[in-house]
């Protein structure tokens, strides 16, 4: 039951659905952001700024672009 009030609490004092999510769900959410998108909501709010300059944020964001790079210079090199 103290874990309801707790939520509950937290739903009374304007904390939005994304802030409430545990700091691994939120990670792996802002993985699929691209660079401006994770930049503007660095940009939002407090909370979602620390979000969004989490190192792990930008290294799922780094490791799709380097994937992508890699996977075009494949293309140039082979023309596959």
């Known amino acids: ?27 792996h959410v802002l993985s699929y952001l691209d660079y401006p998108s994770l930049s503007r909501l660095s940009m939002t709010n407090s909370l979602m700024r620390k979000a969004a300059n989490d190192d792990n944020a930008w290294k799922a964001l780094y490791y799709k672009v380097v994937e992508k790079e890699i996977l075009n210079l494949g293309f140039l090199i082979f023309g596959a």
């Open 1 to 27: 039951m103290l874990d309801r009030a707790l939520v509950v609490s937290e739903l009374q004092t304007g904390a939005s659905m994304m802030e409430q999510l545990v700091p691994e769900i939120t990670t």
